[in-house]
């Protein structure tokens, strides 16, 4: 079974360019989170997935992300425009149903905003 | 979801057992104690997870304390593998509010592995 799945895993990028992220969760998860660590900082949560609703936004930063999560399947996670202190490591994970499931995590994307 | 209290780092020799201890004084009865690890360049990963009673997995074992204000993290044999930043988190089952679902990190413990 595939695991969880992030594209690219590297991104350098300019201050004020957009880039987007994907993440293709484990097939038949129909939750898919999205969390980030900045640099020094600890891994904070972003925003969860119950198929294609936003079940929970709340760590969302600022309204220039953007993530979508089309038919349910594979998510993605825009930055426009990318600041500084955006850069850090964008985590996807996904789970099945039920809160306590065990969440599967991708490798990670490593956004370095210049 | 309740905080949890982890040492910085520990050091271990390989081969030899490992506990990795836990804090969570305020836990509520509905929180159960996750473990999770994150290896160098990688995603956390899942390790273990209880309610009250110990656990033990192919992974690690994990002990809570009678009135699980602590828990306990065994690897009964550490290898370089298990180097790794040790997370533990408690999720309320019971909290359909706006966090539903997600894990709370902290700082974790960092666990060095000697050869």
């Known amino acids: 079974e595939a695991g969880v799945t992030q594209f690219p895993s590297h991104s350098v990028i300019e201050k004020g360019q957009t880039v987007t992220l994907r993440c293709d969760p484990i097939s038949g998860h129909d939750n898919l989170y999205w969390y980030r660590r900045v640099m020094g900082k600890e891994i904070k949560f972003l925003l969860h997935f119950v198929k294609e609703s936003k079940q929970d936004e709340s760590g969302m930063p600022n309204n220039r992300f953007l993530a979508e999560r089309t038919g349910g399947t594979y998510s993605t996670l825009k930055v426009q425009p990318a600041e500084l202190e955006d850069s850090g490591v964008y985590f996807c994970?996904?789970?099945?149903?039920?809160?306590?499931?065990?969440?599967?995590f991708g490798p990670g994307t490593r956004l370095t905003v210049l | 979801d309740a905080k949890t209290t982890q040492p910085n780092s520990m050091e271990s020799n390989e081969e030899e057992p490992v506990h990795l201890p836990c804090n969570h004084s305020t836990i509520s009865g509905t929180d159960y104690i996750h473990w999770y690890r994150q290896l160098p360049s990688q995603g956390p990963e899942y390790v273990i997870h209880?309610?009250?009673s110990n656990v033990n997995n192919r992974m690690a074992s994990l002990a809570i304390a009678e009135d699980r204000k602590s828990s306990t993290l065994i690897l009964h044999r550490a290898t370089l593998r298990d180097a790794a930043v040790y997370y533990c988190i408690l999720r309320d089952v019971m909290n359909y509010g706006g966090s539903q679902g997600n894990l709370i990190f902290g700082k974790g413990t960092k666990l060095s592995v000697k050869p």
């Open positions: 209880g309610l009250t």
């Open positions: 994970a996904s789970s099945q149903g039920g809160y306590v499931g065990t969440q599967y």
